[in-house]
């Protein structure tokens, strides 16, 4: 390793001999409006040139690089700038998309030329790591679900704005009603509102017999003062919401267009407990159905943000929060979360049991999101259905649970000695007796 310090006018260079593992390379600094490329066939050869981003100037890059005999392509993952390189390069190179904290240049010493030239540097050392990239039907697959989601929040936020606006009328249905926004009587009482037939008796007949408030509550909740303000804002926002949810029933259709490849591993994913023919689509939109692409179910994990982070300096642990990992599989993986707990006397209920008192239920609900992933991981590799591991303790396990037990017993004045925790059996007899 050689540094050269020159004057005020003169660059610090560090020059770094690897081994050559690629025989020639293109490393691509993606921005907005323009791209910078290197094409290196050794550590002294190599050639830059810059680009627009229009479709035109992408497809000088691809002839240019052909041309040059590139076999492989580094470029950062620049937000959503580096996808129209990608589609342009993708089936006539083996694209490496990498982080760009990964591939960090020394500070003080940056120019878009030089990011190019040391991506394409380490791209020809096989010092680059890539990022998993699904194959284009699940990426076109992956948009509309994320869309989807989108759609659904908008819609959401609607009918939060509908309440707000009834809130701001004193008419205080969501305190006498569950559902506002999707409930038939609310549904009917609303529009009233919105047309102008404020007559409480008159709206008193929308109830059906199964709301739990009483009549009397319901009639001073429909007490309000509503001005046409409101009147027209609420429609705006009803047409709002109708829009919103018939372009979600579109949505709809088109994944189920698009995922009926894939209709066996979507029902091999529903055998998951909490996890619905929707989660299982969102879950194959993410991670694909080619488990290959991940070398274990723990690089899977980790590639979610759902396993620990590893902080370690000089001996000392430092925190160990879950790293940023794909957001919206997370997302997905905790709901499926919350709907595994319901389920009695399962493997996954128990896991959420046996943390959510000393970790909290945040944690519990994250740990078992990694453990439904985990579960995917085997189900789209091995293809076969999911197995409810057996629900067995150990005796280490069963002796400390009737320990403490044991001790909340005699916390509440009941006093039992018992001689040894493996006899078990005499625990529920001993009982009986005391009481």
């Given at each position: 390793?050689?540094?050269?310090?020159?004057?005020?006018?003169?660059?610090?260079?560090?020059?770094?001999?690897?081994?050559?593992?690629?025989?020639?390379?293109?490393?691509?600094?993606?921005?907005?409006?323009?791209?910078?490329?290197?094409?290196?066939?050794?550590?002294?050869?190599?050639?830059?040139?810059?680009?627009?981003?229009?479709?035109?100037?992408?497809?000088?890059?691809?002839?240019?690089?052909?041309?040059?005999?590139?076999?492989?392509?580094?470029?950062?993952?620049?937000?959503?700038?580096?996808?129209?390189?990608?589609?342009?390069?993708?089936?006539?190179?083996?694209?490496?998309?990498?982080?760009?904290?990964?591939?960090?240049?020394?500070?003080?010493?940056?120019?878009?030329?030089?990011?190019?030239?040391?991506?394409?540097?380490?791209?020809?050392?096989?010092?680059?790591?890539?990022?998993?990239?699904?194959?284009?039907?699940?990426?076109?697959?992956?948009?509309?679900?994320?869309?989807?989601?989108?759609?659904?929040?908008?819609?959401?936020?609607?009918?939060?704005?509908?309440?707000?606006?009834?809130?701001?009328?004193?008419?205080?249905?969501?305190?006498?009603?569950?559902?506002?926004?999707?409930?038939?009587?609310?549904?009917?009482i609303i529009n009233d509102i919105i047309e102008g037939r404020t007559d409480v008796d008159?709206?008193?007949?929308?109830?059906?017999?199964?709301?739990?408030?009483?009549?009397?509550?319901?009639?001073?909740?429909?007490?309000?003062?509503?001005?046409?303000?409101?009147?027209?804002?609420?429609?705006?926002?009803?047409?709002?919401?109708?829009?919103?949810?018939?372009?979600?029933?579109?949505?709809?259709?088109?994944?189920?267009?698009?995922?009926?490849?894939?209709?066996?591993?979507?029902?091999?994913?529903?055998?998951?407990?909490?996890?619905?023919?929707?989660?299982?689509?969102?879950?194959?939109?993410?991670?694909?159905?080619?488990?290959?692409?991940?070398?274990?179910?723990?690089?899977?994990?980790?590639?979610?943000?759902?396993?620990?982070?590893?902080?370690?300096?000089?001996g000392k642990k430092k925190s160990t929060r879950t790293t940023h990992g794909n957001k919206?599989?997370?997302?997905?993986?905790?709901?499926?979360?919350?709907?595994?707990?319901?389920?009695?006397?399962?493997?996954?209920?128990?896991?959420?049991?046996?943390?959510?008192?000393?970790?909290?239920?945040?944690?519990?609900?994250?740990?078992?999101?990694?453990?439904?992933?985990?579960?995917?991981?085997?189900?789209?590799?091995?293809?076969?259905?999911?197995?409810?591991?057996?629900?067995?303790?150990?005796?280490?396990?069963?002796?400390?649970?009737?320990?403490?037990?044991?001790?909340?017993?005699?916390?509440?004045?009941?006093?039992?000695?018992?001689?040894?925790?493996?006899?078990?059996?005499?625990?529920?007899?001993?009982?009986?007796?005391?009481?």
């Amino acid at each position: 390793m050689n540094i050269n310090f020159g004057g005020k006018h003169q660059r610090m260079e560090q020059e770094v001999k690897f081994t050559q593992i690629v025989r020639c390379g293109c490393g691509i600094d993606v921005h907005q409006k323009q791209i910078t490329a290197t094409v290196r066939r050794s550590d002294q050869e190599f050639e830059t040139r810059e680009f627009d981003t229009f479709t035109s100037s992408l497809t000088e890059l691809r002839e240019w690089c052909k041309a040059e005999g590139v076999t492989h392509v580094a470029m950062e993952s620049t937000g959503i700038y580096w996808k129209s390189v990608f589609n342009v390069l993708e089936e006539d190179f083996e694209i490496i998309l990498v982080n760009a904290r990964h591939v960090k240049n020394v500070p003080g010493h940056k120019t878009d030329k030089k990011d190019s030239r040391w991506l394409s540097k380490l791209l020809l050392s096989g010092l680059l790591k890539g990022s998993f990239i699904p194959p284009r039907d699940i990426r076109e697959l992956r948009d509309l679900v994320r869309y989807k989601k989108k759609l659904t929040n908008q819609a959401s936020s609607e009918k939060n704005h509908l309440i707000k606006v009834l809130e701001d009328c004193n008419i205080k249905l969501s305190s006498v009603v569950t559902d506002v926004n999707d409930g038939v009587s609310a549904t009917k009482i609303i529009n009233d509102i919105i047309e102008g037939r404020t007559d409480v008796d008159r709206m008193m007949l929308h109830l059906h017999g199964r709301i739990k408030a009483s009549r009397e509550d319901i009639r001073k909740a429909l007490e309000g003062k509503v001005t046409d303000h409101h009147r027209r804002l609420m429609q705006l926002i009803k047409h709002r919401i109708k829009d919103t949810e018939e372009l979600i029933a579109m949505v709809d259709q088109q994944i189920d267009i698009a995922v009926q490849q894939y209709r066996v591993e979507v029902e091999l994913l529903e055998t998951i407990p909490g996890v619905g023919r929707d989660s299982a689509i969102s879950i194959i939109s993410e991670i694909g159905t080619d488990m290959s692409k991940f070398p274990d179910e723990h690089h899977l994990s980790s590639w979610a943000g759902l396993s620990p982070g590893s902080n370690e300096s000089a001996g000392k642990k430092k925190s160990t929060r879950t790293t940023h990992g794909n957001k919206y599989l997370r997302t997905t993986l905790v709901e499926c979360g919350w709907g595994a707990t319901r389920k009695k006397d399962s493997f996954l209920k128990r896991k959420y049991e046996s943390l959510v008192g000393r970790r909290g239920k945040k944690k519990a609900l994250v740990a078992v999101g990694h453990q439904i992933l985990v579960s995917a991981f085997f189900i789209l590799r091995n293809i076969e259905p999911y197995k409810e591991p057996e629900l067995h303790e150990s005796p280490k396990r069963r002796n400390r649970k009737i320990k403490n037990y044991l001790s909340k017993l005699r916390e509440l004045g009941v006093n039992i000695e018992i001689p040894a925790f493996e006899e078990t059996k005499k625990v529920g007899s001993l009982l009986e007796n005391h009481l």
